[in-house]
């Protein structure tokens, strides 16, 4: 489920979420990718394309393994190996641009405006401080809104979209280099236009899409870049270059590499091995130490001391020496810190299902109007922001004493920042000498100096601060994440949270005289409480968080904080990313099915109604088949008269157990008799006048026996098995609908491919006649092969024949049709399939299981009929 786990509507004081609703009849269930009333669940919709990480072992990838080697298999490695170290560095080069332009506009916006205040305090012109900062704000914002309208995608985080790759689903235009752009530059701007989004999100897809289009050397947004690059023409290898640019996006947003490889593990990444993970570590460690390398020389002057290692730095978490009681946890903080984790799950879930309303409502209501409606929506966004961070820093905030240490910057924050920069932090506005303003303090200053502050000030932020800041970050992060910029989450929600940690802190020591608590600690535990609870990971934002501090003994607390988070959350709804996954109805593959879907078999889900061609068939067939349907693969099928005895009187076949009814027979001759008829738009008056010759003329009545009708009347079936044995109008009803017996799979990409090159011969030749193609030719129009729709077929004679043998796979994975609902999905999605054969034991193929028909909402819909028929 999208919202709930339960099966009725819950509002509770913490969170208000919609569950499933028992009225939905499973033949509603499976109309997938409908939305039926505004409270339901959007449905995995059915137009998403998978990739195929299952290799096609046909001739031409045959005839390529024959010229491998020993020697040439190392050569392959090597180059994976080099391509992996530049997806690296060419990630860390862009989290450098990023975090330079940032900065940059950043200290000149907040340099003139807070110059502009502490001139108008004593003028009285605090108005035209706001308008200054509004027009900064509102023309970044604008900028950044104007890019997400050049490429839609580019909006958000990117990481649902991410995680769908990994999984196995294509999602159009994800991995473009105009995405890349259009992301670049769109969180530069939203970020230095004050939005409560983060830079570190859209670092992870970022890298992605230099993971994605470097190993191809050419790109479709820059048609003219192409190079001789005969390697990685898969999907099989482009989903492991997009996992290690994933990967070393989390590591360069964060220094963390091992973070960053459990992440591409853990959030969505269906196929692994051990030399994935080898690589992939390997690219994150490029990706670090690149940015660390360039920014440390950049800031500090020393290049090559690599003392900044990712966007976001924690800084060292260090007791003062002075002060000997201080711990920075005991085993006794433990109870708090679950307590903190219980109440972080709660806030997550709350922020989850506050944000999916307003996605929901965004779709109803915005993205249908004209695109312009968008950009006001992200403008009216930065302003109200902008009012409130203003109003905030200059009303509400409450003058604090400094200590002597955050003076001249505690020994903490000198380890990673320089006096100068903590001086430069802390606000003053409105306060005598030797105080703060502490809500301008985290208002008036970039997220990253903010949560340091959190972290590390010694000085003290009032209660009532802390949750006046608490409140409105919650309130106004929730509404921008969804706006059209690109946006990252992890920052915001680490904000929110160590604001939360250091509120409980200070209650602690104020009204429980807790002195020996370490508030930094408490900070980073409701950071990591808060962030969890969004976005529910576990492993892999353990790690990250623990390389951010570079303090190993925050491990178990973290670890404990996380998955008590979690298991809050969970009971409430799902992660800020699987819901927005939801919205976009992608038929995401879990890591398991529920217990109770072993009662299903292969044969209660599979498709039984196929869509085949035979291994030699005409061009006029494909052409029909590929214009009337939309699979993007087809079984490769001759007949199996042997058991067409049994299968037309309607008996249970030996084999599988599974009832051939005369329904499925009146399917399939409705099915053909369709395309028969659409061979008459072919631009061929050869191939009308052969189609109006078997062609019946009258439509039958509705009210007579169809079945009888079918036997009366004949359609054109596919062309037979040899080029010798055309249709013949003497066929019978057992003739024209038999067993089809089992050969392979060819896909939708190699038959337009196959009619593009012309690989075809005629009835009078030997299909030995027919051009072969190589493994290159036909990978070389990967991954936008050519649509049957733009075919010009006034190039292709009808009545030739294609042998598609040579092409397809001749063997798939497949399942007998007795194979239980989890073994299907464990195959399908462990092995990264597309498509899934349901073969029975005499060979014959009887259905195909798609991811559709794995999906959640999928096999609830069939669970429901199956205890309908008991």
Not at 776 to 801: C, F, G, K, S, V
Request: hydrophobic fraction near 40%; aromatic fraction near 10%; charge should be neutral.
């Amino acid at each position: 489920m999208a919202g709930c786990r339960g099966s009725l509507c819950c509002c509770c004081r913490w969170c208000c979420c919609c569950g499933e609703r028992e009225t939905r009849t499973p033949e509603e269930l499976t109309i997938l990718g409908e939305t039926q009333e505004e409270e339901d669940e959007i449905l995995p919709r059915k137009d998403y394309e998978s990739l195929d990480y299952d290799r096609c072992i046909n001739d031409p990838y045959l005839e390529v393994l024959e010229t491998m080697d020993n020697k040439k298999g190392r050569r392959y490695e090597a180059v994976k190996w080099m391509v992996v170290f530049a997806i690296g560095v060419c990630t860390g080069l862009v989290g450098l641009l990023v975090d330079f332009f940032v900065r940059l506009f950043t200290q000149f916006k907040f340099g003139v405006v807070q110059t502009s205040v502490e001139e108008c305090s004593q003028k009285g012109c605090l108005a035209l401080s706001l308008l200054e900062l509004l027009g900064f704000n509102l023309v970044f914002v604008f900028l950044a809104s104007l890019l997400v309208l050049i490429e839609p995608v580019a909006a958000g985080s990117g990481i649902p979209e991410i995680k769908c790759y990994l999984n196995g689903v294509k999602v159009p235009g994800i991995v473009r280099l105009r995405t890349l752009l259009c992301k670049v530059f769109g969180v530069l701007f939203a970020v230095a236009g004050g939005l409560f989004v983060g830079k570190e999100g859209p670092m992870i897809h970022s890298g992605a899409v230099v993971g994605a289009g470097l190993p191809q050397f050419q790109s479709i947004s820059l048609r003219k870049i192409q190079f001789n690059f005969p390697y990685f023409r898969s999907d099989r290898d482009k989903r492991d270059f997009v996992s290690a640019g994933a990967a070393a996006g989390v590591a360069a947003a964060f220094g963390a590499p091992i973070g960053g490889t459990l992440f591409s593990l853990e959030e969505g990444s269906s196929f692994w091995n051990q030399g994935l993970t080898w690589k992939v570590l390997f690219c994150s460690m490029s990706a670090t130490f690149t940015l660390n390398f360039f920014r440390s020389g950049i800031q500090f002057g020393s290049w090559g001391s690599f003392q900044l290692p990712g966007l976001l730095n924690f800084g060292e978490f260090k007791c003062s020496d002075s002060d000997k009681k201080c711990h920075l946890w005991t085993a006794m903080d433990l109870g708090f810190f679950v307590v903190m984790g219980v109440i972080g799950g709660l806030l997550g879930a709350t922020f989850n299902c506050l944000n999916k309303r307003l996605a929901k409502y965004r779709m109803r209501n915005v993205h249908p109007k004209p695109k312009l409606v968008r950009v006001l929506e992200s403008l009216l966004v930065s302003l109200v922001t902008t009012v409130v961070v203003f109003v905030a820093s200059m009303v509400l905030g409450e003058c604090r004493q400094m200590s002597s240490s955050s003076q001249i910057g505690n020994g903490s924050f000198q380890l990673q920042v320089t006096s100068e920069d903590v001086n430069s932090s802390i606000k003053t506005f409105f306060c005598p000498n030797e105080t703060y303003n502490d809500m301008a303090t985290l208002f008036f200053n970039p997220q990253e100096s903010a949560i340091l502050q959190l972290f590390h000030q010694d000085g003290t932020f009032s209660a009532v601060t802390l949750g006046l800041f608490f409140v409105l970050y919650f309130l106004l992060a929730c509404w921008t994440y969804g706006v059209s910029v690109p946006s990252g989450l992890f920052v915001p929600s680490l904000l929110c949270g160590a604001a939360f940690g250091r509120l409980v802190a200070n209650v602690l020591k104020s009204y429980i005289g807790l002195g020996h608590i370490y508030s930094g600690t408490f900070a980073l535990i409701g950071a990591a409480a808060f962030l969890g609870g969004v976005v529910r990971m576990t492993i892999s934002l353990t790690v990250i968080l623990i390389e951010s501090t570079n303090e190993i003994t925050y491990g178990l607390p973290i670890m404990v904080t996380l998955m008590v988070a979690k298991w809050t959350g969970d009971f409430f709804n799902k992660g800020i990313y699987d819901i927005h996954v939801g919205l976009r109805g992608v038929p995401l593959l879990e890591w398991e099915t529920e217990v109770e879907m072993d009662k299903l078999r292969a044969s209660d889900i599979m498709e039984p109604n196929l869509t085949y061609v035979y291994p030699h068939t005409r061009i006029q067939s494909l052409v029909s088949i590929l214009r009337t349907t939309v699979h993007h693969a087809f079984p490769v099928v001759t007949e199996n008269r042997g058991n067409e005895k049994e299968f037309m009187k309607g008996n249970q076949l030996i084999s599988n157990n599974i009832r051939f009814k005369k329904s499925s027979i009146l399917t399939r001759a409705g099915e053909q008799r369709k395309r028969s008829q659409s061979m008459k738009s072919y631009p061929s008056s050869e191939l009308r006048n052969m189609c109006d010759e078997h062609l019946a003329p009258e439509e039958p009545a509705e009210k007579e026996d169809l079945l009888q009708q079918m036997l009366e009347r004949r359609y054109t079936p596919y062309p037979n098995l040899y080029p010798d044995q055309s249709p013949s109008e003497d066929w019978t009803m057992e003739e024209r609908f038999r067993p089809l017996t089992f050969h392979g799979l060819v896909l939708r990409s190699q038959l337009v491919t196959l009619l593009v090159r012309g690989v075809c011969y005629s009835e009078s030749q030997s299909s030995a006649s027919q051009p072969r193609l190589s493994y290159a030719e036909m990978a070389e129009d990967y991954p936008r092969y050519p649509d049957i729709h733009d075919l010009d077929l006034t190039l292709l004679n009808p009545r030739m024949i294609v042998d598609v043998t040579p092409y397809m796979n001749p063997s798939p994975f497949t399942v007998s049709p007795n194979t239980h609902a989890s073994q299907v999905f464990n195959l399908f999605r462990t092995m990264g399939l597309r498509h899934l054969p349901v073969v029975n034991a005499v060979g014959e193929i009887v259905g195909i299981i798609t991811r559709h028909n794995l999906t959640h909402e999928f096999l609830q819909a069939r669970l429901r009929q199956h205890y309908q028929t008991l």
